[in-house]
């Protein structure tokens, strides 16, 4: 039996943080500006999910991601932040949750960009940087940590089944439930925990065998296997769906998205100076979003 005192300190904490990511999430800033077309170009040119989506899915999409920008501090460490980044970073926050449209993610504050990968003492030259991405803890608590090229090579590779970006954002997920343990509370139904874990066990198995074609770095443990299961699902649902049914259907559950019927597709747009521009303005490409 735990003394009086030492009770109410305990629940004095838990009151803190609860109350805390309620006013981080009553705080967040709403777009009050309409999403710039040739912000809505880099996503056509750079993400299939946005454009598997029909016109009010679009809107959707580009409010979240546009809010998400707003309220979630986006900074280079020897290297320029452009727009493009941040539409990037907003889209790997956005796809995950796409389904739960009052979302929040009350436990990120400042997304920091490297120009390449790192190391554990986030040194971006010397030995052992092999580190893509990371969800910082401690004194970097609500920081994630991404390298500039993977961020980039997550959307611009279509088949590799890896987004490293939406990988740190599924452990974000993850963790909301107090630890990054694969187990995703928040979004999983009570009735599923047991079989997830189950097939998460089976599958890892799979791995360890070397007779499965998910990422051998979903192997490491099950926080891991959940992201890298999740990257896949993501970016090859209708592969992920033929070879893993069973693992397709209970990340259907968890994401409440059906990708296996979404057309993911990259739409090259090649537009000339003097072309009339693709917003429909009227005007010639030059003289508007250019």
Known sequence: MLPFFLLLFLISIVLFNVYSKKET??????PNVSFLEK???????KVAFYNALNKEEKELFEYKIH????????TGVNTSIDITD??????????????????KYPNISEVILYPKMFNRNFEITGNDRRILGMVGNGYLEGKMILSKPALHL???????KKNTAIHEFIHLIDKLDGKIDGI????LEKQYIIPWLDLM???MEEIYSENSDINPYGGTNNAEFFSVASEYFFERPKLLAKKHPDLYKLLEKIFKQDMDDKNLHIRRVDISRNDPCPCNSGLKYKKCCI
């Open 39 to 45: 912000w809505r170009l880099i996503l056509v040119e």
């Open 86 to 103: 941040k539409l990037l970073i907003g889209s790997s926050a956005v796809i995950p949750i796409f389904n739960f449209p009052r979302w």
């Open 201 to 203: 066990n089976k599958k």
């Open 25 to 30: 999430i009553s705080k967040w800033k709403e």
């Open 184 to 187: 995703p509370k928040v979004l």
């Open 154 to 160: 997550g959307f611009a590779n279509e088949s590799d």
């Open 67 to 74: 809010e998400f920008i707003l309220n979630c501090k986006i």
